[in-house]
């Protein structure tokens, strides 16, 4: 349990960290060009929490995931579980794409940082969190 | 691992998914989403749809034969759940970005959990390894 909270811990510094950089530094132009697609930035501050309980929820989820199934394997295990669920959601971004009037390169720079995000936090989790000496085989 | 049947489950993850949507998001959320028209495209672009189908359902398949190698529609099932949460995460944070309305947030989360629980199932249900990786021990006699 000690493992699981101390890996959720430092995957979340990182989610956010890199979220706070990518979209609100690198990705800035290209937001800029579709304003009516976000909501303005005070609204946005006001509805911050959400932000925090969305990356909580990505990171806690993927910490579950790895612990009662992919533990065991350390720092590689982890990163493959990080490629396998960030591809399949870029699947789920090209769907967004096809309904919804977002710029190409959004989807295309959002859908590499996105695996190269993934694959950080499967490594930080694989390195940190370890099985309990009595489910190891 | 069994392509043969890995193939098969991909195949059922993909129709389920592509149905599941459309009538989830497509039809029963319809009036939900006509409340933010500046947010969608006046019609979808399919060839993105069904490639995105794709993608999601094959590595969706990848990860339920790595996490479960031996099959089963509870464990599946219950990946699916998990897989669900990691990707409300970003419906949360779209929510607070975006000017989606609560119902259109609850509905897509509400949609991800579902959706990937009865995917997970269905994968879970279908496949199962081939025989050459199942080892059988011999019972000693009482």
Known sequence: ?137 | MNWKKFFTAFIGAFIFLFVFGFLWYGTLMSSAHQEVPALLRSKPNYPWLILGHIVMAFFFTMLCVRFVPAGGVFASATLGILVGLVYAGPHLISFAVEPLTTKILWGWIAGAVIQFAIAGGIVGGIYKPSPAHITFVKERPK
């Open chain 1, 1 to 137: 349990m000690k493992r699981f909270i101390f890996a959720f811990i430092a995957a979340y510094v990182f989610i956010f960290v890199w979220g706070r950089l990518l979209n609100g530094v690198f990705l800035k132009d290209i937001y800029a060009e579709t304003p009516n697609l976000w909501r303005s930035q005070s609204e946005m501050m006001s509805l911050f929490h959400w932000i925090i309980i969305g990356q909580a929820l990505i990171v806690f989820s993927f910490v579950m995931i790895y612990a009662s199934g992919f533990a065991g394997g350390g720092v590689i295990a982890g990163i493959r579980l990080g490629i396998l669920l960030e591809i399949a959601a870029i699947g789920m971004c090209m769907g967004f794409y096809a309904v919804q009037p977002f710029p190409g390169k959004l989807i295309v720079y959002g859908s590499i940082s996105g695996l190269i995000e993934m694959i950080i936090v499967g490594a930080i989790v694989g390195a940190i969190y370890k099985p309990t000496s009595a489910r190891m085989p």
